[in-house]
C-alpha cells in the first residue's frame, strides 16, 4: 500500500459511506468535486445491427454525501434485426409494411425477399437521445434519498420515469438498508400503426379494424384511430437491498427487486411464421401477441473483494417472471493492478434463460391460434457468454483513460423439438456474435 | 431439484451477507481499502450503464441492481 497515495480519515469515512450506496453512481470525492466521466460504445452485431452510443454523466458533489448527477446517452442505430420469422430452406417473401420493420425508419412497403437458409432480417435505422437526473441529500449522517428522473425518446418510443430510493445506515456505517421506488410511462408508436395482434401479415393487417367478431376488445389495440394512437405501458419497481461492510477488504450487496409490467407489451415488428405441419413449409405470417402483464422478481448479489494488490468484483442473478422465464446471470470482473497508475480488467459474464410459456418458433397451419405466440428468439431458451479486456490509466488521483473490448456469443436450440418437416434440418436460432469497443475518460476537479 | 438449487444458492448468499459482518467487525480507520474507487460496488457509472442497456436490449432478464434509469425501445 502506498502511503503517500492514502486519503485522510476524513475523506476515506466520506468515501466508504459512499461506497456502501446500493443502486446509483457511486462518486467518491470530496465535497465541491466535479467528476465527468465520458464514453462511447461501438457495438456490432456480425451481419445484423451497429449502434454508436456516447454517454455522459456529470455529477457535482456539493457536499459530503449530497450529489447531483446529469446523465446524456445518444444511441444511433444502423443494421437488421431478426423479425421472428422462421428460417427456411427455401426461398421466402415476406409482405413487408413499415410496422413490420424494426424499430425506427423502416424502409419502403415493399415485400421482403429472404433467400434460403438465410435469417429473416427487417432493416432499420433509429436514433435515441436520453437524459437522466439523481440527486442525492443527505438527511442526517446515516440516512439519504436519492431521487432519480429521465427521459427517452426515439422514433416510435418515448419513454418517462421517475425513482426514489431511501438508504439508511446503521449507527456504525457497516450495514446499509435500501428501499428503492421507480415509476415508468412508456409510449410506443410504431409507424404506420399498431398492428392487429396475431393477424395474418399483408398489406392490410395495419390498422385493420375490429370486425367486432371477438369478444377480446380489450386486448386488440386497433381502435379506429390506431394509426394516430400511442400504446402504452405502466411499469412499476420496487427494490429492496442491504449493503454490508463484510471486513476490511469485502464488501457485498443483496437485492431483492419485483417490477410489474402493464398494457402493451407486444413488439410491434415482430411477426411469427404458419408452417404446413408436415413439410415445415411456411404457409404465412402472423403479427405476433404477448400478454399485456408481466411480473418480474429477482435477487442480486454482488461482492468486492480486495486481495493484497488487485480487486474482484463477483456477481450472481437469479430472475424469475410470470412468462415462465428464469434467468441465471454470472459475472467476474478481477482488476489486475499493475503499478500505481496502469490496470487490466478481464472479465467474464455467463447468461442463460428459459423461454417463454407462449415462446414458439413457429406456428401450425392445422391448429387454432394461441392467444399469446411470440417467435422472438430473445424470449426463447437461450445462453450467452460475453468475454471482455479493460485496460485503463491513471493519471493521478484525477483523470483516468480506459479502452474496454468485449465479445459476446449467444447461442440456442438449435434443432428444438418443435421443428417439423424441413425446419429439422434446420438451424432455427442462428448464433449471435457482438464486439464491443468501449473508450472512456474520467475527469476530478 | 432446479428450485432447491436455487433456494440453496440465496441461502448461503444471504448466509454470507448478514454473518460476516458479525465475525469481522471493521473500524472507520480501517476502511482505506475500502475507499478505494475499485472497491465501490460500482465504480465506474459509464460501463455500468452500458453494460444495462446492451444486455437489457439482448436478454429476456432484468433488473436486480437498482432502480430507475430509463426505459428503450430496443425490447
Redesign the interface.
Known amino acids: ?1 502506498q502511503l503517500k497515495n ?2 485522510s ?1 476524513r ?3 466520506a ?2 459511506s ?2 456502501l ?6 462518486i ?1 470525492a470530496e465535497s465541491g468535486d466535479w467528476v465527468i ?3 462511447t ?1 461501438f ?1 456490432d452485431e456480425k451481419d445484423r445491427v451497429s449502434i454508436v ?1 456516447p ?1 455522459a ?1 456529470v455529477t457535482y458533489n456539493y457536499d459530503d454525501e449530497d450529489y447531483v ?1 446529469l ?1 446524456l ?1 445518444n444511441d444511433t442505430m444502423t443494421g437488421a434485426s431478426h423479425n421472428g420469422a422462421s428460417i427456411s430452406s427455401q426461398s421466402q417473401t415476406i409482405p413487408t409494411h413499415t410496422t413490420t420493420s424494426a ?1 425506427g425508419s423502416a424502409g419502403p412497403g415493399t415485400d421482403t425477399v429472404v433467400s434460403p437458409f438465410a435469417i429473416p432480417l427487417s432493416d432499420f435505422s ?1 436514433q ?1 437521445n ?1 437524459v ?1 437526473i ?1 440527486w442525492q441529500k443527505a438527511h442526517s449522517r446515516t440516512f439519504r434519498t436519492i431521487i ?1 428522473g ?3 425518446v ?1 422514433n ?2 418515448n ?1 418517462f ?3 426514489v ?1 431511501f438508504q439508511r445506515d446503521t449507527d ?4 446499509t438498508f435500501t428501499l ?3 415509476l ?1 410511462i ?1 409510449a ?1 408508436k410504431p409507424g404506420g400503426g399498431t398492428p392487429k395482434p396475431l393477424a395474418v401479415l399483408s398489406s392490410s393487417d395495419v390498422n385493420s379494424r375490429d370486425d367486432d367478431d371477438d369478444d377480446d376488445e380489450e386486448d386488440d389495440h386497433d381502435d379506429e384511430d390506431a394509426a394516430d394512437a400511442a400504446e402504452h405501458k405502466l ?1 412499476t ?3 429492496v437491498g ?14 431483492y ?1 419485483i ?1 410489474q409490467s402493464r398494457g402493451y407489451l407486444t413488439d410491434p415488428y415482430k411477426i411469427i411464421s404458419r408452417v404446413d405441419p408436415t413439410s415445415g413449409v411456411t404457409v404465412d405470417y402472423l403479427t405476433e401477441k404477448r400478454p399485456d402483464n408481466r411480473l ?1 422478481q ?5 461482492a ?1 473483494i ?1 486481495l493484497p494488490k488487485d ?1 474482484v ?1 463477483l456477481s ?4 424469475w ?1 410470470d ?1 415462465s ?1 428464469t ?1 441465471h ?1 454470472a459475472e467476474i470482473k478481477y ?1 489486475f ?1 499493475m503499478g500505481d497508475h496502469f ?1 487490466l480488467m478481464p472479465s467474464f459474464r455467463y ?1 442463460k ?1 428459459s423461454g ?1 410459456k407462449f415462446f414458439k418458433y413457429s406456428l401450425l397451419n392445422d391448429q387454432s391460434l394461441p392467444d399469446y405466440a411470440s417467435a422472438d428468439l ?2 426463447a431458451p ?1 445462453q ?1 457468454t460475453t468475454r471482455g479486456l ?1 485496460i485503463g490509466y491513471n493519471f493521478g488521483r484525477n483523470t483516468e483513460v ?1 479502452f ?1 473490448a468485449e465479445y ?1 456469443q ?1 447461442w440456442g436450440e438449435k434443432n428444438p423439438s418443435e421443428a417439423v418437416g424441413l425446419q429439422r434440418q434446420l438451424d432455427l436460432f442462428p448464433n ?1 456474435e ?1 464486439t ?1 469497443y ?1 473508450v ?1 475518460i ?1 475527469m476530478d476537479f | 431439484m432446479k428450485r432447491f438449487f ?1 433456494f440453496f ?2 441461502v448461503i ?2 448466509g ?3 454473518s ?2 458479525v ?4 473500524k ?23 453494460e444495462e ?3 437489457f436490449s ?18
Open positions: 500500500m492514502k486519503p480519515i475523506q476515506a469515512l468515501t466508504a459512499c461506497a450506496l446500493a443502486t446509483q453512481p457511486l467518491a466521466n465520458l464514453g460504445l457495438y452510443e454517454i454523466i448527477s446523465r446517452v424499430s433509429d435515441r436520453a437522466g439523481d432519480g429521465n427521459a427517452s426515439e416510435d418510443y419513454s420515469g421517475s425513482s430510493t456504525d456505517k457497516l450495514t428503492g421506488l421507480a415508468s412508456d410506443v411499469l419497481d420496487v427494490l442491504i449493503t454490508q461492510v463484510v471486513s476490511r477488504n469485502v464488501l457485498t450487496q443483496l437485492n427487486s417490477g418480474r429477482a435477487f442480486y448479489w454482488k468486492a480486495h480487486v468484483h450472481y442473478r437469479y430472475y417472471d412468462w422465464i434467468a446471470t482488476y493492478n490496470y447468461y434463460q417463454a430473445r424470449l437461450l450467452s479493460k480506459s474496454r459476446m449467444q449471435l457482438v464491443m468501449t472512456e474520467s | 436455487c444458492v440465496i448468499l444471504f454470507t451477507t448478514f460476516a459482518c465475525v469481522f467487525p471493521v472507520p480507520w480501517e476502511r482505506d481499502l475500502l475507499a478505494e474507487k475499485q472497491m465501490q460496488l460500482t465504480p465506474d457509472s459509464v460501463e455500468a450503464n452500458l442497456h446492451t444486455y439482448k436478454e429476456a432478464a432484468s433488473g436486480g441492481k437498482g432502480v430507475g434509469g430509463g426505459g428503450c425501445g430496443c425490447n
